[in-house]
């Protein structure tokens, strides 16, 4: 143990500005690890020096990668960039008063207390975290989201607000305005509006970049109020942006104090001094990990339930970023890190015995937050309380699965805060660059999520063509082989059967089932 304690002491990264240590005692590297590591580190911090002087960080999309800038206009590599971001935020923060004042209100009501994200990916992620994180009793608007095209999650945040939709705002986020899931969601609340007798512009704000179509859609209209995004920041990294700065500004949460915190974070994780920076500590335990240990999945457990959506905010951040196919030189890698985990000490009940005893193919990554209430807490027995057992579990936990030769890092808050919370976000994301540079790859493309989009779309197309072919042919049914050779698709004979299928058993298009009991027997016809 003694041995332990030192190990403590010597690797233990503090950053007592933020309230913030980091501890990677419980990582297995040897003494020689950190110093060998040295010169790629250090590399890596210029080549975020470059990133945050304006550097053309996403050569696919010959753009830059900015959102440093967010919560440190200064640093931007041009005075129209900098005067952007602080007029935005400025407007930011007088929309939200003006919503609290009660100077904007909705078409039939005397306030918007209700506020409705429509976004996907980084557009609701970040938002969605900070909410929980940050959000509770006394704030001045709820929050709800749809992030999604699933009709059935339309009708169940619909349902929440039935009879409350003259008092909701409406947030639409899409940085290329085109977006398929937030506009399938858009015309779906918009015609929810409609149906109440209510105009959707007088409810709405978009979120977007100018000139998008969804730019010119909320301008034609008159929307309430018109937010941008910039080309240089990306979704998941988005949440300094308006993107979340909106919503947790209505909510009431302390956004300058977000900006404080991750601004200060960024500080310290410019630090050339590895031992004292926090995510040049965490990218080489990354790096250590994955490449040293062959150890790939990154297991976060935060031992607190408002930073439940922590790991979920992560898997995009991360996994986003980090899994990609080849590096920059064009050599195939296949690398990534794959992110899960839920809360402590709900994870005690549920994953954490296969961390003790099953494959040991992770490092687990604990998030504690010391300060919790206010008010003094009810003793559970023995002179002991809730908050006393939650810390216990955790190094309990810890302490048990460095016995089973389970590594972990420990990352302790002072407190839970906005400030710390944008901190913490600040960290990982500064951690993801720096970690992509150490295995020379771009984090700032996506190009499989762009496949995946690309393959959809042609998906729809096909299912457009089915059904012009079934309506041409009304009186006739047919199996998804004779549709697929009519309209001379024969390799996409399975495609057809599940779009088939689907829309049998919605009953949108009018298309029903005429028997069989197997994928080749069933026929189609539009009724």
């Not at 919370?421 to 600040?426: E, K, N, S, T, Y």
Request: hydrophobic share 40%.
């Amino acid at each position: 143990m003694t041995n332990l304690w030192q190990r403590y002491q010597n690797h233990l990264c503090t950053v007592e500005s933020i309230g913030l240590r980091v501890d990677i005692s419980r990582m297995a590297f040897n003494d020689n690890y950190l110093s060998d590591m040295t010169g790629p580190i250090s590399q890596a911090l210029q080549a975020m020096d470059s990133l945050e002087k304006g550097g053309k960080a996403n050569p696919d999309e010959d753009r830059m990668v900015g959102h440093y800038w967010l919560r440190n206009p200064a640093l931007a590599p041009t005075t129209e960039i900098k005067e952007s971001i602080e007029q935005t935020q400025k407007a930011i923060k007088e929309f939200a008063d003006d919503v609290h004042a009660g100077r904007v209100i909705p078409q039939k009501a005397d306030g918007f207390y209700i506020a409705l994200v429509i976004g996907i990916g980084g557009s609701a992620l970040g938002p969605q975290f900070v909410d929980d994180a940050l959000g509770g009793s006394g704030e001045s608007m709820l929050l709800r989201f749809i992030d999604n095209t699933d009709p059935d999650g339309f009708d169940q945040i619909l349902s929440e607000l039935d009879g409350s939709l003259h008092e909701t705002l409406t947030i639409v986020v899409s940085k290329s305005g085109g977006t398929i899931e937030t506009h399938n969601a858009m015309i779906e609340v918009s015609s929810a509006y409609e149906r109440a007798g209510l105009e959707f512009a007088k409810h709405a704000v978009a979120i977007t970049c100018e000139n998008s179509k969804l730019h010119r859609k909320a301008t034609n209209e008159n929307w309430l109020q018109t937010f941008p995004i910039w080309d240089w920041v990306g979704g998941r990294t988005s949440v300094f942006s308006a993107v979340g700065l909106l919503p947790a500004a209505l909510q009431g949460i302390d956004v300058d104090a977000m900006l404080e915190g991750a601004s200060m974070c960024d500080k310290s994780t410019r630090d050339e001094n590895i031992s004292s920076n926090p995510a040049a500590i965490l990218a080489l335990m990354w790096h250590y990990s994955s490449r040293i240990r062959n150890k790939k999945n990154m297991v976060i457990l935060p031992y607190r339930d408002r930073l439940l959506l922590f790991s979920r905010y992560l898997q995009q951040l991360v996994m986003e970023s980090i899994g990609k196919a080849t590096d920059r030189d064009g050599a195939v890698i296949h690398e990534g890190l794959t992110v899960f985990g839920n809360k402590g000490t709900t994870d005690q009940h549920a994953l954490v015995q296969q961390l003790q005893e099953g494959r040991n193919d992770f490092f687990t990554t604990f998030i504690h937050a010391q300060a919790a209430r206010a008010d003094k807490s009810a003793d559970v027995g023995n002179g002991m309380t809730a908050g006393d057992y939650l810390s216990a579990f955790l190094y309990g936990t810890r302490d048990a699965l460095y016995r089973a030769d389970r590594e972990s890092i420990t990352i302790t808050l002072d407190s839970l805060n906005a400030r710390s919370i944008g901190a913490l976000m600040a960290l990982f994301e500064r951690a993801v660059g720096l970690y992509a540079e150490l295995l020379n790859i771009n984090a700032y493309h996506q190009p499989g999520v762009e496949m995946g989009k690309k393959s959809a779309s042609e998906l729809i197309e096909l299912l457009q063509s089915v059904l012009a072919y079934l309506n041409d042919n009304r009186q006739t049914s047919f199996s998804a082989e004779q549709v697929a050779q009519a309209i001379n698709q024969n390799e996409q004979v399975e495609s057809i059967y599940h779009s088939l299928e689907n829309t049998a058993a919605s009953g949108e298009h009018g298309i029903e089932r005429d028997g069989g009991t197997t994928p080749g027997s069933k026929k189609y016809q539009a009724g």
